[in-house]
């Protein structure tokens, strides 16, 4: 690029990244800039960002500060167990059959009821992070990641979950969901979760090996159900398999306590009487 050039398009205000030369060799001349100074010129203004783009970035920029921090700070091991859910499938189908559509109960809440009355048996999962040491917490609040039609995530937790009953938690859910994509969540809610919920079997994932939600100390993934080869018996036959997944702070618990609460939540989904 002649100086010439150079100079002129100081003077236009052209990115001479953006200019193409004519010139001997790709040369970049004076005629090339004041072509792109009026191309420039014809081009449509760039809209300013709406305010629901900004909400967007700024979440995601939260999130990113956040799995961040996660990812730095948490010393993450992660396990993983498939889950027989012909039990559970069925049982919930024979409920539902007596039941009104806007009544029945969708299979994530007996997954969310069984997260939580696993916390009772391996308590040491249920907690937070705080001033270098870990704080082992009485009720147990269970935070589900959900998708913002917008863009982004939120988790706000159901509260005492363990205490409820499938019907409530079902109520509950549908209304935090609701909530969360109306934005008028609880700070409670968005704060209080022990642990936290990834489901992303809906969107056809096998399994999700998520980061920690800081300061909670472990995080459950599901993906999604599928038929598998399943050894009943000595026979091996179809079964709907769910990969059940954790993701803990090994400040906190090791592979031993962490392959209990795997054991656990499977036990307690093939009673589902019990949930």
Same mark, same amino acid.
């Given at each position: ?113 069984? &997260? =939580? !009355? ?12 705080? /001033? $270098?040491? *870990?704080?082992?917490? %009485? ?77 909670? &100390? =472990? !995080? ?12 009943? /018996? $000595?026979? *091996?036959?179809?079964? %709907? ?35």
């Amino acid at each position: 690029m002649s100086p010439a050039a150079r100079r002129l398009a100081d003077e236009l205000g052209v990115d001479i990244g953006a200019v193409t030369g004519t010139g001997p060799e790709g040369r970049i001349t004076r005629s090339d800039v004041e072509m792109a100074a009026q191309a420039q010129k014809a081009a449509p203004p760039v809209p300013a960002a709406s305010e629901a783009d900004a909400r967007r970035i700024r979440m995601r920029q939260a999130i990113a500060a956040a799995m961040s921090r996660s990812a730095r700070e948490i010393p993450h091991f992660h396990l993983s167990r498939d889950i027989d859910m012909k039990v559970p499938l069925e049982w919930l189908r024979i409920q539902n059959e007596s039941r009104s559509v806007a009544a029945r109960i969708i299979y994530a809440v007996p997954l969310i009821k069984a &997260v =939580a !009355l696993a916390l009772r048996e391996v308590p040491d999962l249920n907690g937070i992070w705080r /001033d $270098g040491r *870990v704080e082992h917490l %009485p009720e147990v609040n269970v935070g589900m990641a959900i998708t913002l039609r917008g863009g982004g995530l939120v988790a706000p937790a159901l509260m005492n979950a363990d205490q409820k009953t499938l019907d409530v938690l079902m109520a509950e859910f549908r209304d935090l969901v609701q909530r969360a994509r109306a934005g008028s969540l609880r700070s409670s809610e968005l704060a209080g979760g022990t642990i936290t919920i990834t489901n992303l079997g809906e969107l056809g994932a096998d399994s999700v090996f998520g980061i920690i939600y800081p300061p909670q &100390v =472990a !995080l459950v993934g599901f993906g999604r159900i599928s038929e598998r080869p399943w050894a009943v /018996d $000595g026979a *091996v036959g179809v079964r %709907p398999v769910l990969t059940a997944s954790l993701s803990a702070d090994h400040r906190v618990v090791d592979g031993h306590l962490g392959s209990a609460y795997l054991a656990a939540l499977d036990r307690l989904l093939q009673e589902p009487n019990a949930l």
